[in-house]
């Protein structure tokens, strides 16, 4: 049996050739997954900048065919496509804010010790499994006057019970209970303690909930879709799914570019573009929370790990 000798942190360790064998076909495997996760999103993009004839064609496999604009074009001079960007601008990082500080704060109610904790708990994990369904929730929304307006966008999905938990053990297994004695020894009450101690302790269970909240507010098309009427105030998801859909039925992209179709070169044209303007569609809707990703990947692994132990 063929044997070579690998250092590894300084011990000598010796691999056999089943070990190698292992190795090729693991690094086989998860090249295939990698491949099988990246190449939709890639032809998604190289879709969505190259001709609508060649994607119609099937040319495009690879590489753009005809490097093209004119889906990017299309869907920005839909104006509706503007308006509904800045509210899920807006409705992300302000429900995102609030959600996160929500969250911390009855994640450090949570972990302290109080008569009737362990009924709380059970209550706000009743909550994870089983809600009222849609209907009630509605007819709360309504009665409460929060029936088409930018608050109800805000306020739904406020706290999610995982990621309260999450923040939960956090405290619990990262910032230790001789740190509150000291504060209250000092004459700090809860309130002082959280906002002096637990905030500046927490900068990476932070960034881990504002990734949580943030990607799933902006991916948020549902909300608007039930709750809001006035077209001014529907986000980015819910007016994309819906040009999404009318593009999806055959004949009907006229519903998207009609209003367009002398600017962009008639109807017939227009329902070319149709074409490119979908893929277009999920890459707009896709870079923000990809970016948020990227910016935040460095915090995001450790805050998960932590936030999993049990404390």
Request: charged residues 15%; contains cysteine; glycine residues 6%.
């Amino acid at each position: 049996m063929v044997m070579e000798k690998k250092e590894v942190r300084g011990i000598r360790i010796r691999e056999t050739r089943e070990d190698r064998v292992f190795n090729a076909i693991n690094l086989l495997f998860w090249v295939v997954v990698l491949f099988l996760v990246l190449y939709p999103l890639w032809l998604i993009l190289i879709a969505s900048v190259s001709d609508p004839d060649a994607v119609l064609a099937g040319e495009v496999i690879w590489w753009p065919k005809d490097f093209s604009l004119m889906g990017y074009e299309a869907v920005f001079q839909y104006n509706e496509i503007w308006t509904s960007y800045i509210n899920s601008i807006f409705y992300t990082v302000v429900g995102s804010v609030l959600s996160v500080f929500i969250t911390l704060a009855a994640a450090y109610a949570l972990s302290r010790k109080f008569s009737g904790k362990k009924l709380v708990n059970l209550m706000i994990t009743f909550t994870m499994f089983f809600s009222g369904g849609l209907i009630p929730i509605f007819l709360n929304v309504r009665d409460l006057g929060l029936y088409n307006t930018r608050t109800v966008m805000i306020l739904i999905n406020l706290v999610s019970v995982w990621n309260l938990m999450v923040a939960r053990t956090y405290i619990q297994s990262s910032i230790p209970n001789e740190l509150y004695e000291a504060a209250v020894m000092d004459g700090a009450n809860h309130f002082v303690y959280f906002f002096k101690c637990v905030l500046p302790l927490s900068g990476t269970i932070i960034a881990v909930l504002s990734v949580y909240y943030g990607v799933a507010r902006w991916n948020d098309y549902f909300t608007g879709l039930v709750f809001l009427r006035d077209r001014s105030y529907l986000p980015l998801q819910t007016v994309l799914r819906e040009i999404l859909a009318s593009l999806s039925i055959s004949g009907s992209s006229e519903t998207f570019f009609a209003a367009y179709a002398d600017n962009l070169g008639g109807l017939q044209e227009a329902m070319r573009k149709a074409e490119v303007a979908k893929y277009c569609c999920i890459v707009v809707a896709t870079v923000p929370a990809v970016v948020l990703y990227i910016f935040m990947q460095k915090y995001f692994v450790k805050g998960v790990m932590i936030g999993s132990l049990k404390g």
